[in-house]
């Protein structure tokens, strides 16, 4: 795996979600293929719901979640050695979630478990 990428799964993973951006925009910045381009502006627009609820943004946390999710399908499962697969399901959860505290059985907006970046052995 690219060492940017690495660190940028790093960032991810330690709920940096602004520098995981700024790493994402480097990434997109340096690549030529659309299909990385895309997938890095998804990574980029779950980093940024996270950063919405964290803000109290239920609803535009879940508009943007679920967005993407239908684009992810087609990274589904492994793309430049992450698990897009598991990345995937923690974000279905969370969708569950948020849905839960729109509809007021569940009283708390932070996800039970932070979504992860999983990085796959080569």
């Known amino acids: 795996m690219d060492e940017k990428l690495r660190a940028a799964v790093d960032l991810f993973n330690d709920g940096r979600f602004s520098d995981f951006q700024d790493a994402m925009e480097g990434l997109t910045s340096t690549t030529r293929a659309a299909s990385e381009r895309q997938f890095y502006a998804l990574l980029n627009n779950l980093a940024e719901s996270l950063l919405q609820l964290s803000d109290g943004d239920v ?63 080569e």
């Open 59 to 121: 609803q535009d946390a879940e508009e943007m979640v679920a967005a993407s999710l239908r684009k992810l399908d087609d990274f589904v499962p492994r793309f430049r050695g992450l698990n897009v697969e598991a990345l995937r399901e923690d974000f279905r959860r969370v969708v569950v979630e948020l849905r839960d505290v729109r509809a007021g059985r569940k009283a708390d907006t932070a996800p039970s478990r932070m979504p992860r970046l999983r990085i796959l052995p």
